[in-house]
């Protein structure tokens, strides 16, 4: 891992400033080309963080971040991390193609372009990609039907794509559970939300990344209980039926608190009506 190149994208927060700070502390001469919309947001890390702004829900902004790499790194990328991405948390039963696609692009669409582009870069050379794929990718939860959905999406192209990648690229993907970032703002549009049980730590979860790389781990789980829950959920079911119970009533508390706040907007435009006239 020492003397590297890598591109850490999402890097301005959460699980992915976590992964840069991890990369940063081993202080092994590696250089990072830090990815995100506001790029102002990463901070100063000095020399070895090149932080660099771009929309990775865009073909545009994917090629662009390839181009600054190919400009840094004198055309090398040793690591890439595919970092990215946001939730929506809602209850799902509206007709908006264009909201649908938008965290497909971020979540699933990028990500995989990111896949070729990265593998015609090597052109034989080797490297690593790390998808930051999610518990969800493995288990859907109520409020989260098109999230998982583009999870879930990338859980089976890494499956399949494994089979088919040249020796050359090795791709590992990290499973978090629920961690607290900024996830759990932006989800909900702001409104608070609860998440599943259990929650980590972002800095918990940039180690355990880091570790899973060193040791060249093709699946990395940071949460230590996640595997044996997945396991005791398939043996005894009930516990699963529990759990989701417990989400659903997470949504339904979130449900209502959206209703409300929009019953508040109507009667704030219906007094405001009233007053005007
Ligand atoms: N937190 C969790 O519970 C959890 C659990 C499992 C998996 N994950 C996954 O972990 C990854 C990181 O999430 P996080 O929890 O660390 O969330 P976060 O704190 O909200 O960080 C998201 C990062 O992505 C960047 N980003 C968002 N939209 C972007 C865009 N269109 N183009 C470029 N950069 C963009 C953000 O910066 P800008 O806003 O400046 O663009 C930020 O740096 C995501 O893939 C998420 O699905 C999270």
């Not at 109520?142 to 089979?163: E, N, S, V, W």
């Not at 629920?178 to 549009?189: D, E, I, L, Q």
């Not at 396991?231 to 417990?246: D, G, Q």
């Amino acid at each position: 891992m020492s003397h590297k190149n890598i591109v850490v994208t999402g890097a301005s927060s959460g699980i992915g400033k976590s992964i840069m700070e991890e990369l940063l502390a081993k202080n092994d001469g590696s250089r990072i080309l830090a990815a995100c919309r506001h790029a102002e947001k990463i901070g100063d890390y000095g020399e070895r963080v090149v932080p660099f702004s771009c929309d990775l829900s865009t073909k545009e902004g994917v090629d662009a971040l390839f181009a600054k790499a190919e400009e840094v790194f004198d055309g090398q990328i040793d690591l890439y991390f595919c970092n990215a991405g946001a939730p929506y948390y809602e209850r799902f039963d509206y007709e908006d193609w264009d909201r649908i696609s938008r965290i497909f692009d971020l979540n699933t669409v990028a990500h995989i372009y990111t896949y070729s582009k990265y593998l015609h870069h090597l052109n034989g050379r080797p490297g690593r990609l790390v998808y930051t794929i999610s518990a969800m990718g493995e288990m859907a939860l109520p409020g989260y039907a098109l999230y998982a959905a583009t999870k879930f999406a990338m859980k089976g192209f890494q499956q399949a794509i494994r089979d088919e990648t040249p020796e050359n690229l090795q791709i590992s993907c990290v499973y978090p559970v629920s961690t607290k970032t900024n996830f759990f703002n932006v989800g909900g549009g702001g409104r608070k939300m609860e998440p599943p049980f259990p929650v980590q730590a972002p800095e918990k979860v940039g180690k355990a990344v880091v570790k899973g790389i060193d040791k060249l781990k093709k699946h990395i789980y940071p949460c230590p209980v996640y595997l044996p829950s997945k396991v005791l959920m398939n043996v005894v079911p009930p516990v699963k039926s529990l759990y989701v119970y417990a989400q659903k009533g997470k949504l339904r508390r979130f449900v209502k608190r959206v209703e409300a706040e929009k019953r508040g907007v109507i009667e704030d435009i219906k007094l405001q009506h009233e007053i005007r006239k």
